[in-house]
């Protein structure tokens, strides 16, 4: 069950569960990173982890999704100490906007100036191939655009602005260095513009064929609203996608996307992912 949808917090509200998590760990994180569905292994990286069950945690909203484990894993790595999402929640699960970015205001609270937020994406982009890794350098929020913004309502100003820029949600400078590392570390990585929609069904060709015709290079259920929250308290970002799946862009292709595939490939992605975020971490000051 998951709890009921809220769609309003106070800040007192995150603060609660910042001093809940700051009761439970030694650790002052200043990156947080949320990792995505297929992408959990990636937290067993992690040194000397305090591990918080989302459930325990005040006002957190916890997943009941397959391949989303639900608990922060806090510890040390590549030279930082790292608040982990080792699952997120989605819209689709019946969460509010406001539910699913609370962690990230929480992250915040904790001295989190850095955020890298990986998904799991279906490939639009014609070049792109299952199985490989796309640096977000934009994104269209399907869902704010129609009505449903995670900053919608009253604004904490606390946290920012009522108008927050969106003019670079994700970071050049960190892009950049993304871009490097991978050259390095001889890892292709595509780059790309994130559709963000509600899910849960798939998308339909015809809404493939749209989304492609509006610049989308990749689509999937996440990482947007997580995004502006970042941004509207001042985080730097770096948004990675693992190509889980082609899409399906015509009729009777006979093809079919399942979160199974999504699954399997997010796993088989994995190692490239840890190597090069490793080495983002390590350059990062
Ligand atoms: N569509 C939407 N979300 C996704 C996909 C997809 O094809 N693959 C992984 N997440």
């Not at 929020?141 to 946290?159: A, H, K, Q, T």
């Not at 990749?218 to 948004?239: D, F």
Request: hydrophobic share 40%; with cysteine; aromatic share 6%.
């Amino acid at each position: 069950m998951i709890p009921p949808q809220k769609d309003l917090f106070t800040y007192e509200d995150y603060q609660a569960a910042a001093d809940f998590i700051r009761s439970r760990t030694k650790h002052q994180p200043e990156i947080g990173l949320i990792l995505g569905s297929g992408l959990s292994p990636l937290a067993d990286e992690i040194e000397a982890a305090d591990l918080i069950p989302y459930q325990e945690i005040p006002n957190f909203p916890h997943s009941g999704v397959v391949g989303h484990a639900g608990r922060l894993v806090i510890g040390r790595l590549a030279g930082h100490s790292l608040i982990t999402m080792q699952g997120r929640s989605h819209f689709y699960e019946g969460y509010s906007q406001h539910q699913i970015t609370f962690p990230v205001r929480v992250m915040h609270l904790l001295g989190v100036k850095t955020l890298i937020v990986t998904n799991a994406a279906g490939g639009i982009n014609t070049g792109f191939h299952a199985g490989d890794l796309m640096l977000i350098v934009d994104h269209l929020n399907f869902v704010g655009i129609s009505g449903d913004n995670p900053l919608r309502g009253p604004n904490l100003d606390e946290f920012g602005d009522r108008f927050p820029s969106m003019a670079q949600a994700y970071s050049a400078n960190l892009g950049g260095i993304t871009r490097q590392v991978a050259h390095e570390l001889g890892l292709t990585l595509r780059e790309g513009i994130y559709a963000y929609v509600a899910g849960p069904s798939f998308e339909t060709p015809a809404e493939i064929r749209f989304l492609s015709a509006v610049g989308a290079d990749a689509v999937g259920m996440s990482t947007v609203p997580e995004v502006i929250v970042a941004n509207h308290c001042g985080m730097a970002v770096i948004g990675l996608s693992s190509i889980t799946n082609i899409t399906i862009r015509e009729l009777q292709s006979g093809l079919e996307t399942s979160h199974e595939e999504v699954l399997e490939t997010g796993k088989k992605i994995v190692p490239q992912l840890i190597q090069l975020l490793k080495e983002i971490l390590k350059k990062i000051e």
